[in-house]
């Protein structure tokens, strides 16, 4: 990896500190647009417009626009067209000489659910007390304003990569990310591995995932027959019947919080994997027995295990617990619908992990790396661009709950750091 000197590094962490007014506003602007599923649009009109000042080629990656993507084994369907719903993808060619580098952030955002409870405009974008305020500040249209900035800091101090830098910007990581980063990571700048490593600004609290779980929602039906609650016996309680099988799944994930273990997870959380009865409905009417009762689940599985396991899994547990002889001829079903991400995990001794640590440490600072319990973007480079991919951001602030915040100073940190990596990864040469 390159080294810095130190006239160089002093001279890109300035025009930082000179860059965050514009920065934060541009954070701001971005928060404004309430990008929730489906509303991409505004908001991947003001990065456009920053990336073009930066005399950047802005292309537009539609998932529309990638072969067979709707085939893919991970792709599901959000309901939402993706008409004038496109990625946004931008290269910097460096000399030639040195490690290729994708920045990739998400611009959607959750829904902010019930205003009243917030104590601010949920979309204001202000700065007050040093912290941007507003939904999505953290998560993570923070971190994307300070991916573009460490490239404008770059300019502005002069400094020209090595190797090439791309920017992408993408569209429904919230619901899954099929039509954002799976998109680009088959057809954009790091398909088939042609870059050598993508960066995720993720509010990671300056630490990095470099693996997370598989996630998997299933749903179980259990059929009844109705009757009138006057005469419940004529009747079979769809209800009832599914409870021996919520209890064999609730006994199915407390077995595997004790039997299945990944370090990098278990340094930081409870357990490695999990299994959420999230939803239960049976009957329409008090006054009549139901006849039909489903169960709604997510469950995860270990970057060691395989989605067709875990499924197998689910399915024989349902299967053992349905040992009632109504079932010999109403068996339950088991659908799996939904979201269906893989899981995805790179060595510690990744080149770029260690990368972002020197970095890290030369601004007194560290940066552990770690396994995240849930569906995030850097599988689909690792598991199907064959690139090494992780996320690093800055701190999570109230992210998805009222009142999200990014404070001013973590932005300006973590815009550095980029800055830096770029530098450190790539390879760079002063402008003459």
């Known amino acids: 990896m390159t080294s810095i000197d130190d006239t160089d590094r002093e001279n890109v962490l300035t025009a930082v500190e000179e860059l965050l007014p514009e920065l934060q506003e541009f954070v701001g602007d971005l928060v404004a647009e309430r990008s929730v599923l489906g509303d991409e649009a505004g908001a991947q009109a003001v990065v456009r417009d920053r990336l073009e000042a930066l005399d950047l080629s802005v292309r537009e990656l539609n998932a529309d626009d990638v072969d067979g993507i709707r085939d893919h084994p991970e792709f599901s369907d959000t309901g939402h067209s993706y008409e004038s719903r496109s990625n946004l993808v931008a290269e910097r060619s460096g000399t030639g000489e040195g490690r290729s580098l994708v920045f990739n952030g998400h611009v959607d955002v959750v829904p902010e659910n019930d205003r009243e409870k917030w104590s601010f405009d949920p979309f204001s974008g202000a700065v007050e007390d040093g912290r941007i305020l507003g939904r999505g500040a953290s998560d993570m249209k923070g971190g994307v304003g300070a991916m573009i900035f460490a490239l404008a800091a770059l300019d502005r101090a002069g400094v020209t990569l090595q190797g090439d830098l791309a920017i992408e910007t993408v569209i429904e990581e919230e619901a899954g990310g099929f039509g954002g980063s799976l998109a680009t990571a088959l057809a954009g700048p790091a398909a088939g591995g042609a870059y050598d490593a993508v960066v995720i600004p993720e509010p990671t609290d300056f630490d990095m995932w470099i693996a997370n779980d598989g996630v998997s929602y299933f749903r179980v039906t259990v059929e009844g027959k109705s009757a009138h609650a006057a005469r419940t016996d004529d009747g079979v309680n769809a209800a009832a019947k599914l409870y021996p099988i919520f209890q064999a799944l609730s006994e199915l994930h407390d077995e595997r919080k004790t039997s299945v273990h990944d370090p990098l997870f278990e340094q930081w959380y409870d357990q490695t994997v999990s299994l959420n009865l999230g939803s239960i409905h049976a009957g329409e009417w008090p006054s009549s ?106 701190g999570a602030h109230n992210i998805h709950g009222t009142d999200e915040f990014l404070p001013v100073d973590e932005l300006e940190r973590i815009t550095k750091a980029y800055a830096l990596l770029a530098m450190e990864w790539c390879g760079y040469e002063e402008d003459e």
């Open 289 to 394: 027995v139901p006849d039909e009762a489903t169960l709604e689940a997510r469950i995860s599985h270990a970057p060691a295990e395989t989605r067709e396991h875990i499924h197998t899994v689910v399915e024989e547990t349902v299967r053992e617990a349905a040992d009632d002889p109504w079932f010999d001829e109403h068996p339950p079903t088991v659908e799996w619908f939904g979201w269906r991400g893989s899981s995805a995990k790179i060595s510690t001794d990744e080149p770029i992990i260690h990368a972002v640590q020197d970095v890290m440490g030369t601004m007194n600072g560290e940066s552990q790396p770690k396994g995240f319990p849930g569906g995030i973007d850097s599988r689909f480079f690792v598991n199907y661009a064959d690139t090494p991919a992780i996320c690093f951001g800055p």
